[in-house]
T-cell receptor, first 111, second 115 residues
Framework: TQLLEQSPQFLSIQEGENLTVYCNSSSVFSSLQWYRQEPGEGPVLLVTVVTGGEVKKLKRLTFQFGDARKDSSLHITAAQPGDTGLYLCAGVSRGNNDMRFGAGTRLTVKP | DSGVTQTPKHLITATGQRVTLRCSPRSGDLSVYWYQQSLDQGLQFLIQYYNGEERAKGNILERFSAQQFPDLHSELNLSSLELGDSALYFC??????????????FGPGTRLTVL
């Protein structure tokens, strides 16, 4: 059982569409990170959210941390083929700083 | 390019064998982390070293061991290999020893195939 559940597991859309992927848990985190991993490469950190309710924007990507700090979402506007990849969330637990990854959402954006 | 290097990129071996994966962290980073990524388990944290000392342990099997050397490079040793050990193994590095407190930079990974 994953500590962090990511949905959907797979997502295939056309260029220009909008999408939202989710990262949910029953645990409270001190912070949550989002990564993108492209084929043949390691994950790359996109953003870290720390405060409940926090919203961060990175160009066409909008990240939100839930008020209770148990969940997060990633919204992509006008998706492009370059957004294709595996999106991973990782929650950092209070106290021991244990960091756990979700299984990821595999996004394919077709031209 | 994250600045983290891993060798080899691919490794094919047989069950029962022993292999060593190598990682060089970014210049100036003192922490090294090892992760295993498989299709059914996702990215699993194995172990962390900070400045030569073990700092945290995750889901690392007893057949696996790691160390960090004085020059800060790290090696992950996998022994008595089983088919289920086939996976991508990633190394990451960061400046401090506190997970989640700073950015982890991941290497390109080593793909291990056990036949």
């Amino acid at each position: 059982t994953q500590l962090l559940e990511q949905s959907p597991q797979f997502l295939s859309i056309q260029e220009g569409e909008n999408l939202t992927v989710y990262c949910n848990s029953s645990s409270v985190f001190s912070s949550l990170q989002w990564y993108r991993q492209e084929p043949g490469e390691g994950p790359v950190l996109l953003v870290t959210v720390v405060t409940g309710g926090e919203v961060k924007k990175l160009k066409r990507l909008t990240f939100q941390f839930g008020d209770a700090r148990k969940d997060s979402s990633l919204h992509i506007t006008a998706a492009q083929p370059g957004d294709t990849g595996l999106y991973l969330c990782a929650g950092v637990s209070r106290g021991n700083n244990d960091m756990r990854f979700g299984a990821g959402t595999r996004l394919t954006v077709k031209p | 390019d994250s600045g983290v290097t891993q060798t080899p990129k691919h490794l094919i071996t047989a069950t029962g064998q022993r292999v060593t994966l190598r990682c060089s962290p970014r210049s100036g980073d003192l922490s090294v982390y090892w992760y295993q990524q498989s299709l059914d388990q996702g990215l699993q944290f194995l172990i962390q070293y900070y400045n030569g000392e073990e700092r945290a342990k995750g889901n690392i099997l007893e057949r696996f061991s790691a160390q960090q050397f004085p020059d800060l490079h790290s090696e992950l040793n996998l022994s008595s290999l089983e088919l289920g050990d086939s996976a991508l193994y990633f190394c990451a590095s960061s400046t401090t020893g506190t997970r989640g407190a700073d950015t982890q930079y991941f290497g390109p990974g080593t793909r291990l195939t056990v036949l």
